[in-house]
T-cell receptor
Framework: DTGVSQNPRHKITKRGQNVTFRCDPI?????LYWYRQTLGQGPEFLTY????????KSRLLSDRFSAERPKGSFSTLEIQRTEQGDSAMYLC??????????????FGPGTRLTVL | AQKITQTQPGMFVQEKEAVTLDCTYD???????LFWYKQPSSGEMIFLIY??????QNATEGRYSLNFQKARKSANLVISASQLGDSAMYFC?????????????FGGGTRVLVKP
């Protein structure tokens, strides 16, 4: 499978616990994005990387959230001291430059987080 | 102001008929890109079609076409010959600015249900 993969697909945790999600982008895609999607809403941007550099972070990304892409390949998103409001689908996407300039983002299946 | 507005929360369409999903956007950038994604109940976001702000012709991809009216800032998606598998959430998204790797801003989505 050469698409974007995310693990785990589902995570149930208790309030106050830390969780970490992993995203493996399409091979050789240099850009990687994290989005959060709550029920009935469109995805909201959290952060993105070009290679290993984190180029932009949303205000949604509080200090309890941290993302890394240490070698410019896979990425991890960690949420510390989870709150019930963190319950959502966390989507990862990757893209690369195309001659046409569309650079569409290819999304993974997401990690659904439930905080009890 | 909302950057992407999808005014139709849900729509029914008869199988084999065409359906138009509305999307209006708001940006002061001259260079931007508009995308449509499909999200079935499985959760994965599937790229459908792209329109660049400087593209003079409306984009088409198989049964999908984008009705781009720049002056009105609208980018409606037309699905022709609807199939049962088209039942899903549909999201309009915008990438602003010249940097092709910029984040996407999504609308709230339109749920389409195709009736046999």
């Amino acid at each position: 499978d050469t698409g974007v993969s995310q693990n785990p697909r589902h995570k149930i945790t208790k309030r106050g616990q830390n969780v970490t999600f992993r995203c493996d982008p399409i091979s050789e895609h240099n850009r990687l994005y994290w989005y959060r999607q709550t029920l009935g809403q469109g995805p909201e941007f959290l952060t993105y990387f070009q290679n290993e550099a984190q180029l932009e972070k949303s205000r949604l990304l509080s200090d309890r959230f941290s993302a890394e892409r240490p070698k410019g390949s896979f990425s991890t998103l960690e949420i510390q001291r989870t709150e019930q409001g963190d319950s959502a689908m966390y989507l990862c996407a990757s893209s690369t430059w195309t001659a046409r300039g569309n650079n569409e983002q290819f999304f993974g299946p997401g990690t659904r987080l439930t905080v009890l | 102001a909302q950057k992407i507005t999808q005014t139709q929360p849900g729509m029914f369409v008869q199988e084999k008929e065409a359906v138009t999903l509305d999307c209006t956007y708001d940006t002061s950038d001259q260079s931007y890109g508009l995308f449509w994604y499909k999200q079935p109940s499985s959760g994965e976001m599937i790229f459908l079609i792209y329109q660049g702000s400087y593209d003079e012709q409306n984009a088409t991809e198989g049964r999908y076409s984008l009705n781009f009216q720049k002056a009105r800032k609208s980018a409606n998606l037309v699905i022709s010959a609807s199939q049962l598998g088209d039942s899903a959430m549909y999201f309009c998204a915008m990438r602003e600015g010249k940097a092709a790797g910029n984040k996407l801003t999504f609308g709230g989505g339109t749920r389409v249900l195709v009736k046999p």
